[in-house]
């Protein structure tokens, strides 16, 4: 899993690499901060 932030969003890419994915996830940072806060 790799991980990019840019400006108010986050993206998640699941795959071998950073180049081949198989999956990618574009959310708000604002819910990243919020999974972070419910996983601690």
């Known amino acids: ?9 986050a ?3 699941i795959g ?3 180049e081949t ?3 990618a996830l574009t ?3 604002t ?3 919020e999974i ?3 996983a601690r």
Not at 1 to 9: C, I, K
């Open 16 to 18: 071998q690499d950073d």
């Open 27 to 29: 959310i708000p940072l």
């Open 31 to 33: 819910i990243v901060g």
């Open 11 to 13: 993206t998640v890419l």
């Open 1 to 9: 899993m790799f991980w990019v932030a840019e400006g108010e969003q």
């Open 21 to 23: 994915w198989d999956l």
């Open 36 to 38: 972070v806060t419910l």
